[in-house]
């Protein structure tokens, strides 16, 4: 039995839904239907959203049916392709839910080094099908998030600084725009659109296939974690930012200072304890990262060093079990300028005053550079090049419970870590969808030409459950 939608949930008649159903090959999912709970939920359990319709698209043929039928109903229109949204946006109230949780075929061309991978294909299926042949494209730290979400935002991960972004290895775009065309997006068709596409997120309408360039890349690595004891986190901090200033660009690390999960790779004495983790990719060859990693390893008293040669594939998904679906989970970012000693002072504080498991709360900083800053700020969307850190805060707990005493610490270390920074936010890594953290998310030149290209594509803003760029008209 479908738990029952609450009063003004916007309910179709029997005949409009049957012309829709007869126009598909995937299946249309309403409130009275026994599975509309399972498909109504993403992610993030944080938010509860109870749509008008959930269509389960099979194809770019089922996506024109799906929009053109909440076009013509008045509907708004929430995509989803690997429901991973921190802001849970891919679901929405009283809207069409186009779910591309069907469309995950990837094909990979060796010849060319490229892969086309449907709209709602995850990094599990990506980088399963590229490593067969030995290649891969920059994608995320968590397999079972969605290649949609991720590339349209952005993209960060442990191949930044040799491979850039995943959006700068986007070669083009096949998708749906709000009028139930079909479109391609590249350098050479609708370039303004294929611009707005590499960082502006979910606004412009339904990307049913993605063409990325792929790298030779392993199938084996260096990479993995150091943990060391939280009460070092500022001597490690510091020692990291000193040795990695002028690291190669193959080397691609992050900090997090977070509590040890019973996770079976961490001796048990560790669980529950507070650490200062190393991340570490090194994306060349295997002599050379020794060397590379080796002042790593030594930057306090390691209570256990993992980094070591490991299959790509397995680096891809070494956390995968720590964010399964079902929490409530809250991300809050800030770029920053510099990392002077004051500033790793207040973030080693403020792990010292996060809450402990069973809420999960962590606090990265992703170092960034490399091959992500030599594209020019204006030559994509994602505009935030040049800073050399991303911090992210980070609280996850099992249920509501303590839920909001989590979220005000993230944001209270945000904020203090932003300080060191222009503020600005990366759109990923945020679990606000309100207008004033859009405009956190784009310099503001960057957000009045995503506008523009919204006005073109989207004038009736029909895709509003995005960080959403509302359209300027009259361009
Ligand atoms: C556990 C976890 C780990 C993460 N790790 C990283 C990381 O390492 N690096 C990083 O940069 N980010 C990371 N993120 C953030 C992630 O990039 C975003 O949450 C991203 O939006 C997820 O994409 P999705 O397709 O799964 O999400 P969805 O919820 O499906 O979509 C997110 C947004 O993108 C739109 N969208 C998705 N697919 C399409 C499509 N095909 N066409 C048009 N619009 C689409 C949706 O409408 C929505 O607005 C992580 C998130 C989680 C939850």
Not at 201 to 225: D, I, K, Q, S, Y
Not at 248 to 273: C, I, S, W, Y
Not at 440 to 468: I, M, W
Request: hydrophobic content about 40%.
């Amino acid at each position: 039995m479908a738990m029952a939608a609450p009063e003004g949930t916007h309910v179709l008649g029997q005949a409009t839904l049957a012309e829709l159903r007869g126009q598909m090959l995937g299946s249309v999912i309403s409130p009275a239907d026994p599975d509309y709970d399972s498909a109504r939920q993403t992610w993030n359990h944080v938010t509860d959203r109870y749509p008008a319709l959930v269509v389960c698209c099979s194809g770019a043929a089922d996506v024109i049916s799906a929009v053109g039928f909440a076009r013509s109903e008045g509907l708004p229109v929430a995509v989803r392709g690997g429901g991973h949204s921190i802001a849970g946006l891919s679901a929405c109230d009283g809207g069409v839910i186009v779910d591309l949780s069907q469309m995950t075929a990837v094909h990979v061309d060796q010849r060319r080094r490229r892969a086309l991978a449907q709209g709602g294909a995850t990094w599990r299926r990506f980088d399963r099908e590229t490593q067969a042949h030995g290649l891969a494209t920059p994608g995320g730290r968590v397999s079972s998030t969605g290649i949609g979400g991720f590339t349209l935002g952005g993209g960060i991960g442990h191949l930044l600084r040799k491979h850039g972004l995943a959006c700068d290895n986007l070669l083009a775009a096949e998708m749906v725009t709000a009028d139930g065309e079909q479109v391609r997006a590249s350098t050479e068709e609708n370039t303004d659109l294929f611009w707005a596409l590499r960082g502006g997120g979910g606004n412009f309408g339904v990307v049913t296939a993605f063409e990325l360039a792929l790298h030779r890349v392993g199938p084996t690595v260096l990479g993995g974690v150091v943990y060391y004891p939280a009460a070092q986190a500022a001597q490690v901090l510091a020692g990291w930012r000193d040795a990695t200033a002028g690291a190669p660009d193959e080397l691609t690390t992050l900090v997090n200072l977070a509590t040890a999960a019973p996770a079976p790779f961490l001796p048990r004495d560790m669980h529950g304890e507070k650490v200062a983790a190393l991340v570490a990719c090194w994306a060349g060859s295997q002599g050379d990262g020794e060397e590379a990693v080796r002042p790593l390893r030594t930057l306090g008293t390691p209570l256990a060093d993992l980094i070591g040669p490991m299959p790509y594939l397995a680096l891809q998904q070494l956390v995968d079990p720590l964010w399964g679906p079902g929490a409530a989970n809250y991300f809050t970012s800030a770029f920053i300028d510099q990392l002077p000693d004051a500033a790793i002072q207040a973030f080693a504080d403020a792990h010292q005053r996060s809450a402990s498991l069973p809420a999960s709360c962590e606090l990265h900083i992703h170092q960034l550079g490399g091959a992500m800053a030599r594209i020019p700020s204006g030559a994509t969307a994602f505009s935030q090049r040049q800073p050399p850190y991303l911090v992210n805060c980070i609280t996850r707990t099992p249920t509501a419970d303590g839920f909001a005493a989590s979220r005000a610490w993230a944001r209270a270390t945000r904020d203090a870590m932003a300080r060191f920074g222009t503020g600005q936010m990366y759109v990923n890594f945020t679990s606000e969808a309100d207008e004033d953290k859009t405009r956190a998310c784009y310099p503001p030149q960057t957000h009045e030409r995503l506008a523009a290209v919204k006005g073109r594509y989207d004038p009736a803003n029909l895709f509003r459950f995005s960080q959403n760029i509302r359209p300027a008209l009259g361009r």
